[in-house]
């Protein structure tokens, strides 16, 4: 059974950095795209930063030059790296991975709060 574990949320003042990690397991498919998505408290969930099995990325607007998305395929596990994090960064965070042949998968979100 596929899962997806993530760690590393936290509450941080702003101007700080936190470091995501999400690990996926129980599946011998490999995962092109691994993701991070938000969602806010009364908010849809929005993508945050995406990367492609070859390194691609993409980011959303609001992120772009703060954050950086990076995987190791080895061990299908992805990161993003937050800096200068920003009280509207605050929501859960969730992992998901698009596995080829299988679907997609989420994990179970991690908290992340930014105080002013």
């Known amino acids: 059974q596929v899962q997806l574990v993530e760690s590393g949320g936290g509450l941080v003042q702003a101007g700080g950095s936190l470091r995501l990690s999400c690990a996926a397991s129980g599946t011998s498919f490999s995962i092109n795209v691994m993701g991070w998505y938000r969602q806010a408290p009364a908010k849809q969930r929005e993508l945050v930063a995406q990367?492609?099995?070859?390194?691609?990325?993409n980011y959303a607007d609001s992120v772009l030059g703060r954050f950086t998305i990076s995987r190791d395929n080895a061990k299908n596990t992805v990161y993003l790296q937050m800096n200068n994090l920003k009280p509207e960064d605050t929501a859960v965070y969730y992992c998901k991975a698009n596995i080829v042949a299988v679907g997609y998968y989420w994990g179970q979100g991690t908290q992340v709060t930014v105080s002013s």
């Open positions: 990367i492609t099995s070859g390194g691609s990325t």
